[in-house]
């Protein structure tokens, strides 16, 4: 079946540093999606694109098909963007979501 | 736009009864989708429907789970006999189509069986 391996695990960061978070995954993506989520909390979508570079405030998403993977970018991280980031693909006609294991990301003062 | 709702928010159950989780989605979405998440195992899909027709339930257990979309407003998942193993938080999502859109999901149902 379809596989998402996300790197890295954890991540701390000092605040104002960036972020660069990896996602990689085993068959063919036609959509990939990127959530965040507290603990306890709900899945936050973030980004969604197939291929190519997206945008929304400092978050910057890239997914290279071919070659299977994507990342998300966090500029200028903030203390309140600690927390688990999630990558999700799926491919062909199949639509349901195959998730990452995250990156719990904290961000320090 | 209220989002996705999802009902109750936490419900706990003896081993062996029965539970019911409800869904909500989001008005003039025309796809239905069904995750749970534990510790362990992260995120699983479970099942999805389309325009209020069942499309793929491979996620599903076979013996006590089943899913039901009576009408565009609402779903419901049903877990009968409920086991310890069980227990997980149970994620429904919606989309406005099926392929190609985003997936918005609601806050879950926390499960606890005893």
């Known amino acids: 079946g379809q596989q998402v391996q996300q790197s890295p695990a954890s991540l701390v960061l000092q605040e104002g540093e960036n972020a660069e978070l990896q996602c990689n995954f085993s068959s063919t993506a036609t959509r990939l999606q990127w959530f965040y989520q507290r603990p306890g909390g709900s899945l936050v979508s973030l980004l969604s694109n197939p291929s190519g570079t997206k945008h929304t405030g400092r978050l910057t998403s890239t997914t290279v098909t071919k070659e299977r993977r994507g990342s998300l970018h966090i500029s200028s991280s903030q203390i309140t963007d600690s927390g688990t980031y999630l990558c999700?693909?799926?491919?062909?006609?199949?639509?349901?979501?195959?998730f990452g294991k995250g990156t719990l990301l904290t961000v320090t003062p | 736009n209220a989002g996705v709702i999802q009902t109750p928010r936490h419900k706990v159950t003896g081993k062996g009864q029965e539970a019911t989780l409800w869904c909500e989605p989001i008005s003039g979405h025309s796809a239905v989708f069904w995750y749970r998440q534990t510790i362990v195992q992260g995120l699983e899909f479970l099942t999805y429907f389309r325009n209020q027709a069942p499309i793929d339930d491979s996620g599903m257990p076979k013996e006590r789970f089943s899913a039901q979309m009576p009408n565009q407003s609402h779903s419901t998942l049903k877990i009968q006999s409920t086991q310890p193993q069980d227990s997980a938080v149970y994620l429904c999502a919606s989309s406005l189509v099926a392929g190609g859109s985003t997936q918005y999901f609601g806050p879950g149902t926390r499960l606890l069986v005893l």
């Open positions: 999700a693909m799926s491919g062909g006609s199949n639509y349901k979501l195959t």
